[in-house]
């Protein structure tokens, strides 16, 4: 072993296994210990069954190569600080995220978190893994995509197939996760020009993004 240990972050949806899988794959190349943090917005209880069941296969990817698993909730903590205090405690050299994962893994306020985890992860090495095809891994896992529209509410950013009137916040592709009745999942948006996927459960996006009007 060396001196380098890696991180890979990973967020809710099919493409934490590709990130680990990558991790796990620079992790042999050099010979280094591994890492692969999750870091969820509710209490660990409330987790449902498909976010129990990719915790599980990410737990069982990383500890068969021989990797640590850490399981955190934000408690309303932003992620940037989240990464980095983790980073911090286990010693990483080289941190992976996912470029879809920019917005989930924080609560948008403002900026990018890549910007932000720059700004503080000093010497740790921060690689950025552009998650391609999402649409076509969420084939396995959801259901066709559906034009939606996003509303803001007392409840924060819902999607809705119809506004009734009210002030539309920006439009997008709904993909509902197969296995459940309510309107959870993952929304398509293009925001300043990229694609990004955005969390939503029992319709309300769990990023608290400050939405300016896009379109996809």
């Known amino acids: ?6 991180m890979v972050c990973v967020y809710y949806g099919p493409n934490g296994e590709r990130l680990i899988r990558r991790g796990i794959h620079l992790s042999q190349l050099i010979q280094s210990p591994l ?11 409330e987790m449902d069954q498909q976010q129990e069941n990719y915790v599980a296969l990410w737990r069982k990817l990383t500890e068969e190569a021989g990797g640590h698993f850490v399981l955190l909730e934000s408690n309303g903590q932003e992620a940037a600080d989240i990464i980095t205090s983790t980073a911090q405690q286990h010693d990483i050299t080289q941190l992976i995220i996912g470029q879809s ?23 740790i090495d921060l690689h950025i893994v ?32 119809e506004t009734h009137g ?10 509902k996760d197969m296995h459940t009745d309510f309107d959870n999942g993952l929304l398509k948006l293009c925001i300043d020009g990229q694609y990004q996927y955005l969390k939503v459960f029992k319709g309300k996006l769990i990023d608290e993004l400050v939405l300016e009007p896009h379109s996809v």
Not at 148 to 158: A, K, N, P
């Open 166 to 175: 009210r002030p539309i916040i920006t439009e997008g592709i709904f993909f």
């Open 101 to 123: 994962a920019q917005t989930r893994w924080q609560e948008i306020i403002k900026g990018s978190i890549v910007n932000d985890l720059l700004e503080k992860l000093g010497a």
């Open 35 to 45: 890492c692969v943090l999750s870091v969820i917005d509710q209490p660990l209880d």
């Open 130 to 161: 552009a998650v391609q095809r999402m649409q076509a891994h969420l084939e396995e896992t959801h259901e066709q995509g559906v034009d939606v529209d996003v509303i803001q509410t007392s409840r924060g950013y819902e999607i809705a197939y």
């Open 1 to 6: 072993m060396n001196s380098e240990k890696i």
